[in-house]
């Protein structure tokens, strides 16, 4: 089920991001194409895929809310295309294709990823479909998660981590800024607009912190042993600029084990809800052993 409810939402989420970004004059088309390259490139779209599955197993239609959930797309894709700059991983390939930088230059890469993150709280803003006494709120995780006491944060530490061994607990610390808050912003903003009480928060916070971890030990596990066709994007980069990673502190078995202990987690904490959430339960199921 939980593949086929993925495709259904990423088409979705790609139909609306395809409809959403066009020029306003002519002479702003480059960077609109350098824009769309990176956000219309494919992948996961995982973090959209959370705030609208979030909303249905609390029993919210999730159909009025895909822009919110294109703006957290927009917010991934512009960390993505500024995390494969020079003066950052130097990547060539992201999603199966050259890196932004490597088609339109630095300068408009770094102008694209501004633009989309700037238009990503455009979107949140301007929503006609989400109440606005929550918009204040929603805005504020979604920038909470994204600045710098989460996914920038989360960056600046990991470039300063360069050529430095790290502790278990102190990679905990760096990957729950770079990957885990804009993992569970998307889960947090979907118990806002379902009006989820107390209890159900708790236990979706515990679920998206624990899904954080989970995806970002399966990605180091991907870094170690996956290729350019599985993965969109060339292995062993952690390795070429000295970063600790959860494979090169725990190996490659143990952090496998870490994985699963993450995701047993993730699943008890679901089976506190109100409300069935098999579907989530299957998706952390697929991520143990995702190959990309």
Request: net charge negative; glycine share 8%.
């Amino acid at each position: 089920m939980i593949r086929e409810m993925l495709k259904e939402k990423q088409e979705i989420i790609n139909h609306r991001l395809g409809e959403l970004l066009v020029p306003d004059r002519k002479e702003h088309k480059t960077l609109y194409d350098a824009m769309n390259y990176s956000l219309m490139a494919g992948g996961k779209r995982i973090r959209p895929f959370l705030l609208l599955t979030v909303l249905e197993v609390l029993g919210k239609d999730s159909a009025p809310y895909v822009d919110a959930a294109c703006a957290l797309e927009c917010i991934h894709t512009y960390s993505l295309i500024h995390d494969d700059l020079p003066a950052m991983d130097n990547d060539d390939y992201r999603r199966g294709r050259l890196t932004n930088h490597k088609v339109f230059g630095a300068g408009m890469a770094t102008q694209a990823g501004d633009g989309l993150l700037t238009f990503a709280f455009q979107l949140l803003a301007e929503d006609p479909h989400i109440p606005e006494e929550i918009k204040p709120r929603l805005i504020s995780i979604a920038a909470r998660a994204a600045g710098p006491a989460g996914m920038v944060g989360g960056q600046a530490h990991d470039m300063e981590s360069e050529n430095r061994d790290l502790s278990l607990a102190e990679l905990k610390i760096l990957d729950a800024s770079k990957t885990g808050c804009l993992l569970a912003a998307p889960v947090e903003m979907a118990a806002v607009l379902a009006g989820a009480g107390e209890e159900d928060r708790k236990a979706l916070a515990d679920f998206a912190s624990h899904l954080g971890l989970l995806f970002q030990i399966t990605d180091d596990l991907l870094d170690e042993k996956g290729n350019l066709e599985e993965m969109g994007k060339m292995p062993g980069q952690d390795e070429k600029d000295h970063k600790s990673t959860f494979v090169t502190i725990l190996g490659a078995d143990k952090a496998q084990h870490y994985a699963e202990e993450e995701a047993a987690k993730a699943k008890e904490a679901l089976g506190r809800l109100s409300r069935p959430a098999d579907v989530l339960a299957e998706l952390v199921d697929l991520m143990v052993n995702r190959k990309k």
